[in-house]
């Protein structure tokens, strides 16, 4: 939702730091690899009940999540970049809420409730693209990409925000994983929506 609006804010920082990157060889694969790896940390700092931790490891992923973007836009997208972004960013956004779980044992339906919502969100999304793909349908709403982004209520930053609440108010995680499975689920209709009234035959 609120994803197009901050990328204003963000991508002139974003950018230049991707260009220094790049002029150093830094390639935005590596930076994806490596922040992905940061931040599959989170999930036994949350197993431990290290709440600050893993919020250090959240943060420091999504921060490698917008230089490696930075990186492709300096130098151009590639379809493994893509590819590799899109995947690894699924595999972490669930592997948090599995590193909680495992520590609050008592709250892992509301974690299974999350991990269902986000299956949704994400195959909306994916299936989305490809259809968008195979009909040449492109889009430039959240800079260029290698892949057909499409929006909803339960975007990038919205997620990141439910992560941060999770760590900070760890006890409220029922609460947090609800409200955000139902934005999710929100996001997931209005994308099939979409899709039956661009695709609709």
């Not at 060889?25 to 940061?38: C, E, H, I, Q, R």
């Not at 994400?122 to 260029?144: D, E, P, Q």
Request: aromatic fraction near 12%; include cysteine; proline fraction near 3%.
């Amino acid at each position: 939702m609120f994803d197009a609006a901050l990328r204003r804010l963000i991508d002139p920082p974003l950018d230049a730091a991707g260009r220094r990157l790049a002029a150093a060889g830094v390639s935005a694969n590596a930076v994806t690899v490596g922040g992905f790896l940061v931040g599959i940390l989170s999930v036994p700092a949350l197993a431990a009940g290290r709440y600050d931790l893993a919020l250090l490891t959240i943060l420091a992923n999504r921060l490698g999540d917008g230089l490696d973007g930075a990186i492709a836009r300096s130098v151009g997208p590639s379809d493994l970049g893509g590819y590799l972004d899109i995947v690894l960013d699924f595999v972490f956004y669930s592997a948090v809420v599995l590193g909680f779980a495992l520590g609050r044992p008592d709250h892992a339906v509301w974690a299974a409730f999350l991990i269902f919502s986000f299956v949704g969100t994400g195959s909306s999304f994916l299936a989305y693209a490809i259809v968008a793909a195979k009909r040449g349908v492109t889009t430039a709403s959240r800079g260029r990409k290698s892949i057909y982004y499409l929006g909803g209520l339960a975007e990038g930053s919205e997620t990141i925000a439910a992560f941060v609440l999770i760590c900070v108010f760890p006890e409220a995680f029922p609460w947090i994983a609800g409200i955000f499975g139902a934005m999710c689920w929100i996001t997931t209709a209005s994308r099939i929506w979409q899709a039956v009234q661009a695709f609709g035959d």
